[in-house]
């Protein structure tokens, strides 16, 4: 069955650190890649997303990811976190043979230490 | 515009009660989704409508859950009767198109669910 892992359960940072939270999945055939965020109390909301193209996306809040599709990978980093990126983060992905249902990993919390 | 709404926010049952959640998609979107996170696990899917039919029921755990649209609007999911291990968060989403997975999906705030 098609799979999404997300390697970090909980990760902690100080502010200005780089980060990165790693995403890859299993399935061979075409695949959407996706982000969202889920900030404490709010919403999930999508953070970028990949169908594409150049495969280096930009998103919202300075976020970018990486799909290298040897890896099956699809990482998010941002180059220095706020404390505002405190929330949990959760890396998707559509299928092109299965639409719309989207497939999603376990989630990683982020916590930023002010 | 308003965005996905749904309701309960949370709701507190007894093991063998029933339990009806409510979504309220974006006006205008065909498609609603209905999605579950148990604790500590990943969202999973459950369903899928477009309009008022049932495009995709292939996560529904059971069949003591049942998701219905009439009209092609708003949503309902019951459970019944409840088990312990329904416990969770229900996430309704809409979007407008279906188009290889590519529509953006909005979320509503979830439904948590406690049974006792």
């Known amino acids: 069955a098609q799979s999404v892992s997300q390697h970090n359960h909980h990760v902690i940072l100080s502010e200005a650190a780089s980060l990165e939270l790693g995403c890859n999945y299993s399935?061979?055939?075409?695949?959407?890649l996706f982000w969202y965020v889920q900030y404490p109390g709010q919403h999930l909301q999508l953070l970028l997303k990949?169908?594409?193209?150049?495969?280096l996306v930009k998103g919202i809040k300075g976020f970018e990811a990486e799909f290298i599709k040897s890896k099956f990978s699809f990482n998010l980093r941002k180059p220095s976190v706020q404390w505002s990126d405190t929330a949990e983060y959760f890396c998707?992905?559509?299928?092109?043979?299965?639409?719309?249902?989207?497939?999603f990993g376990s989630g990683t919390r982020l916590s930023i230490r002010p | 515009e308003a965005g996905v709404t749904q309701f309960p926010s949370h709701s507190v049952i007894e093991k063998g009660q029933t339990v009806t959640l409510r979504c309220d998609p974006i006006s205008g979107h065909d498609n609603l989704y209905w999605y579950r996170r148990v604790m500590g696990k990943e969202i999973k899917f459950l369903l899928h409508?477009?309009?008022?039919?049932?495009?995709?029921e292939s996560g529904m755990p059971n069949n003591r859950f049942l998701a219905e649209r009439t009209g092609g609007t708003y949503s309902t999911l019951k459970v019944q009767p409840a088990e312990l291990e329904d416990s969770g968060v229900y996430f309704c989403a809409s979007s407008r198109f279906r188009d290889r997975g590519m529509d953006e999906q909005y979320f509503g705030p979830g439904t948590r669910l406690t049974v006792t």
């Open positions: 990949y169908f594409s193209g150049d495969p």
């Open positions: 409508f477009v309009k008022e039919s049932k495009q995709d």
């Open positions: 998707a992905v559509t299928l092109d043979s299965s639409a719309s249902k989207i497939i």
């Open positions: 399935y061979g055939g075409t695949v959407n």
